[in-house]
C-alpha cells in the first residue's frame, strides 16, 4: 500500500492541496531504454528514455486530485439551463429555444469533465540528458488518446504525477524539465498498442509523421507545464486548461487525437513521470430538461 502525505505550505492555506507519492508506484513491467541521437548528427547521443510497459493500477488512480468542479457549482449550471429553457411565467422574460439556450452556455464557457474522452497513460516515462550541449532538447513521446469526438470537446487538461531528477548545480531557479502536448490529425496511430517506429515510442528526430503547421513546417507541440526545480519527491501538477478557441486546435479535425511528450534540456537533467492523464471536458448539457 503506498503512503500518501498531504502538505500545505503556510503561504499557500488558500490553495488546493496537492498530494504527494512518498512513496511512488514501482516500476514492475519491463524497462525498454531508447538512445536519443542528433538527428544531424546519428552517431552522438543526446540522451536516454526508458519506458515501463505497465499498467497503471486502480489503487494508484485515486492518488490523482482532479480539478474538477467546485461544490454546487453543477447545481447553478442546471439551474440556469432549466430558468433560460423555461422562461418565467410571471414577468415578461420568454422562454429560450434549446439552440440558444447552447449558445449561452458556450458563451460562458460552462464546461464538465468527459469521463467518455478523458484518457490515462499506462505506461511510466523517464527522460534524461546525457550531454553537456545546452541546445538540444531531448524528448520521447509517451502517451496519447484515442480519436476525439471534437462536437463534444471543450477543452483539455494534462495532469501528471512527477519529478526532475531532485538537485540543481549550480542552483538556478529555471526548469528545464517539462512537458507539452498537441493536437495531431494526420499519421498518427488510433490505438494506443501501436507505435512511432520504434518500441518505446518517438523520440526527438522521429517525429516525422506528426502533423506540421503550413507556415514554417513546424512540429505543432506547445509547453503544458514543468516540473519543480530540484524536488526529489514525485508530485501532481496540472498543466493549463486550454479551450477549443485555442490556436493549438486550429487544425483538429474528427478523429484527431492528443498527444503527450516528456521533455528535457542541458546536461543530465531528467524528466521522471510516474501518471499522466489529459482530461477532457465537454460543454455542460443536462440529461433531462
Known amino acids: 500500500m503506498h503512503q500518501l502525505e498531504l502538505r500545505v505550505r503556510p503561504d499557500q492555506e488558500h490553495l488546493t492541496p496537492t498530494f504527494i507519492m512518498a512513496t511512488p508506484p514501482a516500476l514492475d513491467g519491463p524497462l525498454v531504454e531508447n538512445r536519443i541521437h542528433d538527428p544531424q548528427n546519428p552517431t552522438r547521443v543526446l540522451g536516454i528514455s526508458r519506458v515501463s510497459f505497465v499498467s497503471v493500477s486502480p489503487k494508484d488512480q485515486p492518488q490523482i486530485r482532479r480539478p474538477l468542479l467546485p ?36 458563451a460562458s464557457a460552462l464546461m464538465v469533465p468527459d469521463n467518455q474522452q478523458t484518457h490515462r497513460a499506462k505506461e511510466h516515462v523517464f527522460v ?121 486546435w486550429d487544425n483538429a479535425t474528427e478523429g484527431s487525437v492528443i498527444a503527450v511528450r516528456a521533455c528535457v534540456q542541458q546536461a543530465l537533467w531528467e524528466n521522471d513521470a510516474r501518471y499522466g492523464e489529459i482530461l477532457v471536458w465537454k460543454w455542460f448539457e443536462p440529461v433531462v430538461w
Not at 213 to 242: C, D, M, T
Open 71 to 106: 461544490d454546487g457549482e453543477l447545481l447553478s449550471y442546471h439551474q440556469l439551463w432549466r430558468a433560460l429553457l423555461r422562461g418565467s411565467e410571471p414577468s415578461s422574460r420568454p422562454a429560450l429555444p434549446v439552440e440558444l439556450v447552447r449558445m449561452v452556455v458556450r
Open 128 to 248: 534524461r540528458v546525457t550531454t553537456y550541449d545546452e541546445r538540444p532538447v531531448v524528448s520521447q513521446v509517451w502517451f496519447w488518446t484515442k480519436p476525439l469526438h471534437l462536437a463534444n470537446v471543450a477543452a483539455a487538461q494534462l495532469v501528471t504525477v512527477s519529478r526532475d531528477q531532485g538537485w540543481v548545480s549550480p542552483r538556478t531557479d529555471v526548469c528545464h524539465s517539462w512537458f507539452e502536448w498537441g493536437v495531431f490529425c494526420g499519421g498518427v496511430p488510433a490505438e494506443e498498442e501501436a507505435e512511432f517506429g520504434r518500441r518505446g515510442g518517438a523520440v526527438t528526430g522521429d517525429e516525422k509523421a506528426w502533423a506540421t503547421r503550413k507556415a514554417g513546417g513546424q512540429h505543432i507541440w506547445r509547453r503544458s507545464h514543468g516540473n519543480p526545480v530540484a524536488n526529489f519527491l514525485y508530485q501532481q501538477h496540472n498543466g493549463e486548461q486550454v479551450g477549443i478557441d485555442d490556436e493549438m
